[in-house]
């Protein structure tokens, strides 16, 4: 169960594709067999600290391994449709030989993304959480074993598109990045202002659309740093290439933190 929203993410599983898929982790996640409700909000509260706590453990545990590694690893998070995917395969064409890069997707269902990704040439691996809203320490644990990535790896995580719950699982990433499009509203940040404080940057994709829609780059960013005063906002295209190179920049500066 989801400790944000209660949504069940049992039975997540982990695919490479063209490879039968492996069973993701067992979420027993400390609870029983009924449901939450019957025994009042506290038992919800103190079940939603465990998941939570459960989470940041496995997550300190990934961080470790990562850095022994020497593995940066970004965790993408958005709304569905804002770009995370189209921005991945411009990346990877982009930072190409510069340093070996691995994908892991998260998606409900399908193989549609890590497919996009594999035929970049990239190495990626697919999970699909089912009836789950949100990638979790325990996933991207069994997604890391199947993906085995080569040290020095950038390696890119790619959330289930959703601006709530995502923002709640600590992954082991080096940083969270949240993309949001110019078609979706300059107010996001002051709506999902969880996912906006637990970022350190903000892409604004779809840059070329500006001409053609009602949004003000300048009120997004503030209305991000509002939530978020030190967070850094670059505005891009992932389809047309514009300001891509600062992300690239962006991405560099935060390797060698
Ligand atoms: N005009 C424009 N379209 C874009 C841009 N980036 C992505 N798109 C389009 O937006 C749609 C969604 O892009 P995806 O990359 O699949 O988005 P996503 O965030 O990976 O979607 P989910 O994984 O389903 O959450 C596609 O039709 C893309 O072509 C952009 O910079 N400009
Ligand atoms: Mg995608």
Redesign the pocket.
Known sequence: MCATCGCGDDGATVTIAGEPPVPGHHHDHDHHDHPHSHDGQRETVSLEQRVLAKNDRLAQQNRDWLAHRDIAAFNLT?S????????LERTIGDLRGRTPIAVIEG?QETLL?AERIQATGCRAVQINTGPGCHLDAAMVRTALDALGPEPATLLFI?NV?NLVCPAMFDLGERAMVV?I?VTEGADKPLKYPHMFAAAKLVLI??V??LPYVDFDLDVCTANARSVNPRVDVLPV????GQGVAFWYQWIDDTVKV
């Open positions: 958005s569905p449709g804002a770009g995370k995917t189209t921005l998606d993304d790619e598109g993309i499009s994709n779809k070329d659309l295209s992932a389809t047309t």
